[in-house]
Structures are given as C-alpha cells and as structure tokens.
C-alpha cells in the first residue's frame, strides 16, 4: 500500500461548484500535512498547511481526521483558475526528513 | 525576490556523459533537497541535505550525487546518466529541518537522457 494516496481524477467540475478532495496517509506517527497546487508543467506551490484543529482560507478549507488518517481539501464557488492538479505531502516528524508526496488529484473547472 | 533557481530549464544528453543541475537559493534557508517527477509516479525525493556538508539519501538516490558545500547552492550530479533517468526534476528548500516548514521549489529541469 502506497503511503500517501490520492484519487488521481480527473475531478471535472462547472465553474461556482463545491468539490472535495481526501488524501490518505498509511504512517500514523506523521505529524505535518500540506496541499501543494501544481499547474501543468510548473513547481509545486503551497496551498496550504493542514492543523490539528483545521483551517480555512477564502474558498479553501482544509480538515485533518488522524483517527482515520485522511486529510481533505473543499473548495468552494471554484474558478476557472482552481483548474491544477492538488498534491497531498505528509511529514514525519524528527529523524530522517523525507516528505512523502501523493501522486496528485487534477482539478478541471470548466465554464 | 526569494526565490530558487535551477540551470539547465531543459537538458537533451546521451547515455554516460556527465551532468550537472545547478541549484540555488537566496532564502538562507538550512534545508535543500531535490526530487524528480515521472508521470504515474508522482514526486520523488532523490536526496537532501540540511546544512552545510550534511546530505543524505531520499527514497530514490541510485544514479545521483549531490553536495552541499555552501549554504545557498545544493546541485545535483549525474556521473553516468542512463535513459530511465529522463524525468523532470525540482530542486526545493526551506527554512529548517522541521515538518512544519513550507517547502520554496525550483521552475523546474526537464532532462531527456538519449
């Protein structure tokens, strides 16, 4: 089973539509968790950090569920421009320092 | 502007004949690490350092070198390049060994080995 697993997709979604995205993670002594927004052909960006208690920016919610080891993204009123692939990363902590990265989850939002 | 740079954005070369990506960053950040990109495979960390003269292997180290001599430069060698190492390649850095850091990537390397 691989680590870190996300739903490759594509998620094909009209403009102004909620959609949700969940990453497992198979090590429960991860500690860190980020989603990372790549655009076709470009660097990895962050999105956002993952905490315990969750967190919202703007359109963007993030949650974390450790008794059932999945995070989760929801975006909501989706743009044009949300259309990129949503990569899941989840840390250790301490020791060896090796983020592990889901394979992605492509997003298309079309008008 | 922080920022992290890579040279070659694009490299064509043939089997055996050495290579270098450069890499660097302006942040003063402690940790560096490079990682490769294959479709299917998704992001895979090849090696890391964090700092100076400290580097260790990532989950796909076979085939690189790498070295840390100074702080803002972490590039990436290929003694002997083969074609299974055609991939695109990111070099990223943050600002300390901690989980928590956000990690800052390069534009990229595209590298076709022939």
């Known amino acids: 089973r691989k680590e870190v697993e996300q739903d490759p997709g594509p998620f094909n979604v009209p403009e102004g539509a909620t959609v949700a995205f969940n990453c497992t993670y198979s090590?429960?002594?991860?500690?860190?968790f980020f989603w990372y927004r790549q655009d076709c052909r470009k660097e990895p960006k962050l999105l956002m950090s993952?905490?315990?208690s969750g967190n919202e920016d703007g359109r963007f919610t993030a949650q974390l569920n450790r008794a059932s080891q999945y995070i989760s993204l929801l975006i909501r009123d989706s743009k044009l421009s949300d259309s990129a692939t949503y990569l899941c990363?989840?840390?250790?902590?301490?020791?060896?320092?090796?983020?592990?990265f889901g394979r992605g989850t492509s997003l298309i939002v079309h008008p | 502007e922080a920022q992290v740079t890579q040279n070659p954005r694009y490299l064509i070369t043939v089997t055996g004949k050495k290579l270098t990506v450069t890499c660097s960053q302006n942040?003063?950040?402690?940790?560096m690490s490079w990682y490769r990109q294959d479709p299917g495979l998704g992001l895979r960390q090849i090696y890391y350092?964090?700092?100076?003269?400290?580097?260790d292997k990532g989950d796909v180290p076979e085939g690189y070198k790498v070295s840390r001599k100074e702080k803002r430069n972490f590039p990436l060698i290929l003694e002997s390049p083969s074609p299974n190492q055609t991939s695109l390649y990111f070099c990223?850095?943050?600002?300390?060994?901690?989980?928590?850091?956000?990690?800052?990537f390069g534009p990229g390397t595209r590298l076709t080995v022939l």
């Open positions: 990223a850095s943050s600002l300390g060994l901690a989980g928590g850091n956000e990690q800052f």
């Open positions: 090590n429960s002594a991860s500690q860190s």
């Open positions: 993952v905490y315990s």
């Open positions: 990363v989840v840390n250790l902590s301490g020791g060896s320092y090796i983020p592990t």
């Open positions: 942040m003063n950040h402690e940790y």
């Open positions: 350092s964090m700092n100076v003269e400290v580097t």
